[in-house]
């Protein structure tokens, strides 16, 4: 099937930089992306969607970017804190697949003191 | 509200042994979904339904199976453990999306299980 992918699999930042954690997918017919968040021990969590008729959403500390043109997905985190270690994943939903979600394998960000 | 909860958190099962693992929502989720996830690995889903009734087949259903008698509670039952079956489960729900709105699905904290 169609895979969703990320281009690092670990990312190392220093406390208070900003980071950026990129995510591609091949599946043109997806019309629906979403960032996760997932510590140790928990379920993912939600942290920002975005609709394919965008290009960038913004959130609380974060930013979503959408290039549709090379099938590319990114979340900016703005002044990183230690609370943002974890593993991030982007997931895809096809349009007109009852909101089944595909995942890729995940990013662990590591925030340095 | 509790969101979703997923019992019992952590299970050892030997090979040939069957249970169910419970999941619950208190949101009016129309969605539910089940997801296992090997380690190092995104998450692949197993089942999923759209409403008390309504299930079906994610990308890996085999040696799985689930109910939806009501909106509330999604079990996933596992038959005949195998220890390919070693993973931890995800029970996510998400309300009915609009004709122009989507909603991202809320995830419970997992059962652990393992199957030696």
């Known amino acids: 099937g169609e895979n969703v992918g990320l281009h690092l699999p670990t990312l190392s930042v220093q406390e208070g930089d900003n980071s950026i954690i990129n995510c591609a997918y091949s599946?043109?017919?997806?019309?629906?992306f979403i960032w996760y968040k997932q510590e140790s021990g928990k379920g993912p969590q939600f942290i920002i969607d975005?609709?394919?008729?965008?290009d960038k959403r913004q959130g609380q500390r974060v930013t979503v970017l959408l290039n549709k043109t090379v099938k590319h997905l990114s979340l900016q985190i703005a002044a990183t804190q230690p609370g943002d270690s974890a593993v991030y994943f982007c997931?895809?939903?096809?349009?007109?697949?009852?909101?089944?979600?595909?995942f890729g394998s995940g990013t662990q960000l590591t925030v340095l003191p | 509200n509790a969101g979703v909860t997923q019992t019992p958190k952590f299970r050892i099962l030997k090979i040939g042994q069957s249970m169910t693992l419970q999941c619950t929502q208190d949101m009016n989720h129309n969605y539910m979904y089940w997801y296992r996830q090997d380690p190092g690995m995104g998450l692949k889903l197993i089942y999923y339904?759209?409403?008390?009734?309504?299930?079906d087949k994610g990308e890996v259903p085999n040696g799985y199976n689930v109910s939806r008698s009501t909106t509330e509670d999604f079990p996933l039952r596992l038959e005949l453990a195998a220890p390919s079956q070693t993973s931890v489960y995800f029970c996510?729900?998400?309300?009915?999306?609009?004709?122009?709105?989507?909603?991202?699905?809320?995830f419970g904290d997992g059962t652990r299980l393992s199957i030696l």
């Open positions: 997931a895809e939903n096809m349009r007109g697949s009852a909101r089944q979600l595909t």
């Open positions: 975005i609709r394919s008729n965008m």
């Open positions: 996510a729900s998400s309300p009915r999306p609009g004709r122009t709105s989507n909603q991202p699905q809320h």
């Open positions: 339904s759209v409403g008390a009734g309504i299930t």
């Open positions: 599946n043109s017919a997806s019309d629906y």
